[in-house]
């Protein structure tokens, strides 16, 4: 499938859209990074993963205790990556860049690569969102059918 091009139109959706939402943030008083909540819940997560996981490694919880912690701590990775990686990768955690770098790099503590992250979100999403065969985040079958142009899986 060849990827698609977008012509340059001066009045586009994206710059309408990009305007709006500063319009938005400028108009209710809201800074579009993140404020002291934003930061309280950083380090709320970010300690509760750290006890979680030294309670499994080095506890040794009972089987049916330790699937409980594995469950929460799959919680809490899922919560980190969504409210602090996240952010920090788009720029948004903090008016400070190297706040942002050390937000986004939490994916790397927790095993990923968010250097990767930035290219496969940022670079390729950002830009064919919800393209079918260039926007991999949308390839997620048998689960879902995410795009018209995917095939349909036949029930058995």
Known sequence: ?????????????????????????????????????????????????????????????????????????????????????????HGSFSNNKWVNYMAAFSLNILGGNSFMWNVKHNVIHHAYTNVDGVDDDIDIQPWMRMSGTQKKIQDA
């Open 1 to 89: 499938m060849p990827i698609p091009k977008f012509s340059s139109i001066p009045h586009s959706f994206h710059a309408e859209l990009k305007k709006r939402i500063s319009d938005y943030f400028e108009n209710v008083g809201k800074s579009t990074t993140g404020n002291t909540s934003l930061f309280v819940k950083a380090i709320i997560l970010m300690s509760a993963f750290t006890l979680v996981y030294i309670h499994l490694v080095f506890f040794t919880p009972a089987a049916l205790w330790a699937i409980l912690e594995c469950v929460l701590l799959g919680g809490i990775v899922s919560a980190i990556g969504f409210n602090v990686m996240h952010d920090g990768a």
